[in-house]
């Protein structure tokens, strides 16, 4: 099993581009999240997805969209980049609500 | 609105020392409490899981601990390894579903160091 699967590692993006993070899963988990994390910040939620086919705001959803493409992947997308998005975002999965949730390796974006 | 707040920030200690890490939170309803290690450009991982009936649990050379009258718990590493540098997360589950904080309600992390 790979688990969690973030594609690209990293990224260097000008002001204004768009580009999609893309997150996979092979344990068969309903439940599929995005996560930004910041210094000093802490993990905050950007979307998640609690079963194939729906999909809710977090904390820090302006500027990013999300699709729940089957129940393996879970894109995130940034349409119009800001520097304001250079971060590091993490997608993770869990099986339900009350169980562990497994994280990818993160993906390191910077906007320029 | 719900919060899990983690203390020290940050922490140096001597290898082979032990240390406690801090986790306080005010979360209702409470589901379970997990603690997660990060290592420096990785994804947070699972050390272990407290549910509301139980008091201690220990993994190896980590032992966590749960006290939910006070809604307090630690997370305590003993003889403390050069590996055991990483941020320690405190995350707080509740049954409440939905919401912008899904159910999960991360502290912001303890960044231990150990020193040789």
């Known amino acids: 099993n790979a688990g969690v699967t973030q594609t690209p590692k990293f990224q260097v993006l000008k002001t204004g581009q768009s580009m999609t993070l893309q997150c996979a899963q092979d344990?068969?988990?309903?439940?599929m999240y995005w996560y930004r994390q910041d210094p000093g910040m802490g993990l905050r939620l950007i979307y998640y997805s609690a079963s194939e086919g729906t999909t809710d705001k977090g904390e820090v959803p302006n500027g990013y969209n999300v699709s729940r493409l089957n129940k393996r992947e879970f894109s995130l997308r940034l349409e119009s980049a800001a520097p304001s998005q250079t971060s590091v975002y993490f997608c993770?999965?869990?099986?339900?609500?009350?169980?562990?949730?497994?994280f990818g390796p993160g993906t390191r974006l910077t906007v320029t | 609105k719900n919060q899990v707040e983690q203390s020290p920030q940050s922490l140096i200690i001597l290898e082979g020392k032990n240390c406690t890490l801090q986790c306080n939170y005010t979360v209702s309803p409470f589901s379970n409490l997990r603690w997660y290690k990060q290592d420096t450009g990785r994804g947070p991982v699972s050390l272990t899981i407290m549910t509301f009936s139980e008091n201690t649990k220990s993994n190896g050379r980590y032992t966590a601990t749960l006290d939910a009258d006070t809604k307090q718990s630690s997370l305590h590493i003993t003889a403390s390894q050069l590996s055991d540098s990483a941020s320690y997360i405190c995350v707080v589950i509740t049954n409440s579903y939905g919401g912008s904080q899904g159910n999960l309600i991360f502290g912001k992390g303890t960044k231990l160091s150990v020193k040789p």
């Open positions: 993770a999965s869990r099986i339900g609500q009350h169980y562990e949730q497994y």
């Open positions: 344990m068969n988990h309903n439940s």
